[in-house]
């Protein structure tokens, strides 16, 4: 689906069809993953609030962006454990509004992490993978997330943002996919997979 196929609220469209673009440029890993981006793309070209405004839940359905922080040389992403989720995800955060989705993993990467955003050339600028997903825990809503890929050593990140997260770890993709789904978020294999295919790809390239 292409931002030439739904007609664009006049307010705030340029906006929205930067959103849509975004969505419409990932490639779904599975038949979920283009379910969710043509959801995704639906309700962000039909008008509906897209960004917070107030937490933990207003609206019900808001932009989030994850980010993936990689050491390639290593062979290792970096997971947190979120305190209010009780689960081990990327770290991330809420896209403000009308801001870019790129700006708010900067604006979170060093709010969170205390480092630079740097683009993993496996993707760039711009999102890898897309998912829906309804919260666990009070102030139940959905997350529409867009997930991003960074690049960065181990030894770079030496804090974190204690009050969200309880630790970090970083893992191997094998390591990813020996966990339990319950315990981490619930696309995390799939994006994991998604993740090794694509690395496969740009190696054999």
Do not use: N
Not at 52 to 71: G, T
Not at 126 to 140: A, K, M, Q, S
Not at 144 to 162: E, I, Q
Not at 187 to 198: C, E, I, P, Y
């Amino acid at each position: 689906m292409t931002s030439t196929d739904i007609p664009l609220h006049h307010d705030d469209d340029g906006q929205r069809a930067r959103l849509v673009e975004l969505v419409s440029g990932i490639e779904p890993w599975d038949d979920l993953e283009r379910r969710q981006c043509e959801t995704a793309v639906q309700w962000i070209a039909g008008g509906a609030p897209v960004y917070r405004v107030r937490k933990p839940d207003v609206p019900v359905m808001h932009l989030v962006c994850y980010f993936v922080v990689l050491d390639e040389t290593r062979g290792r992403q970096l997971l947190v454990a979120h305190r209010r989720a009780g689960l081990w995800l990327p770290a991330g955060g809420h896209v403000e509004p009308g801001e870019d989705p790129w700006a708010a993993v900067v604006r979170e990467c060093q709010e969170e992490l205390g480092i630079e955003a740097v683009a993993s050339p496996v993707t760039g600028e711009l999102p890898f993978f897309l998912t829906v997903t309804r919260t666990r825990g009070p102030g139940v809503h959905t997350d529409v997330s867009l997930w991003y890929v960074l690049d960065a050593g181990v030894d770079t990140v030496t804090s974190w943002d204690r009050g969200e997260f309880d630790a970090i770890r970083w893992l191997t993709d094998e390591q990813v996919l020996e966990e339990p789904e319950e315990f981490l978020d619930p696309h995390m294999h799939r994006f994991t997979r998604k993740l090794q295919h694509a690395r496969t790809v740009r190696q054999s390239g």
